[in-house]
């Protein structure tokens, strides 16, 4: 988690000061181009500065609402989960006693796995470890649930019980994928393009002025930063500062209703 808030720290003061450089290298060229064409410097430029401030606007909004979206995905799933194992756990209650407490003991250890790879996000390694441990044991409770029904003669029961669990063996995938999905990063090269075009057009529209304006231009440049910022920390809810670690606790409650 440090890591990563560093590394997008670290990103956003370089695009902040990248946005102050094209600024004044913007300022710049426009004064120059005041000095030999004052009354032309800024003549049919107008529709050029709407269009690409306009892109860069939209490109934001875009990506911003993206990664809300699947920041809300992402807390949805965990709630998902939660029931879908909640649910598994209970309707294991309408088979033979012996498997029940065989297959208990085995749901207690999938959740408890399910909390480490969690857990272990910021580890690699770790995290991989711990989904192998996960799939392992999703294998011996759909093995052992479809023994235990068939020693049922109730249908329905059989039905209930590994519908369930095959809903909790697929979210698991849905997490997975929904974990790892963000725009491509040509997105975020174009993004910063577009905010670096913007400030230096910015710049040689503010070059008439004699005296540099650091009000608008350091406001101008911290508020996209921040923007850029919170694009990134949405897409990655796991190591920011804008989390979901919270939501685990719902887990954490289900694995405690385990007896």
């Excluded at 996209?224 to 920390?233: E, F, G, Q």
Aim: proline fraction near 2%; avoid cysteine; aromatic fraction near 8%.
């Amino acid at each position: 988690m440090t890591s990563f808030i560093f590394w997008v720290v670290v990103i956003s003061l370089t695009v902040f000061a990248a946005m102050l450089v094209s600024l004044e290298v913007g300022s710049r060229i426009g004064r120059v181009r005041h000095e030999r064409d004052s009354s032309g410097a800024t003549a049919g430029t107008s529709a050029i500065d709407g269009a690409i401030f306009g892109l860069m606007g939209l490109l934001l909004a875009f990506t911003f609402a993206g990664a809300a979206s699947r920041f809300d995905t992402r807390l949805s799933l965990i709630v998902e989960e939660a029931n879908t194992i909640g649910t598994a756990y209970l309707r294991l209650d309408l088979l033979p006693l012996e498997a029940r407490v065989k297959l208990k003991e085995d749901f207690r250890q999938y959740l408890d796995s399910r909390l480490a790879i969690y857990r272990a996000l910021s580890n690699v390694g770790s995290a991989k470890q711990e989904l192998g441990t996960s799939a392992e044991i999703q294998g011996r409770i759909w093995s052992e649930a479809v023994a235990a029904t068939r020693e049922s003669s109730n249908a329905a029961v059989t039905s209930l019980v590994l519908s369930n669990i095959n809903d909790m063996i697929d979210i698991t995938l849905t997490r997975t994928v929904a974990l790892q999905t963000h725009p491509p990063a040509i997105i975020f090269v174009v993004l910063v393009v577009m905010v670096l075009a913007s400030a230096l057009l910015a710049g040689y529209n503010m070059s008439a002025a004699k005296v540099r304006n650091w009000t608008y231009r350091i406001t101008f440049a911290v508020l996209v930063t921040l923007a850029l910022y919170l694009i990134l920390d949405l897409e990655y809810p796991r190591f920011g500062l804008i989390r979901v670690d919270a939501f685990d606790q719902i887990l954490v409650d289900v694995r405690n209703t385990m007896k």
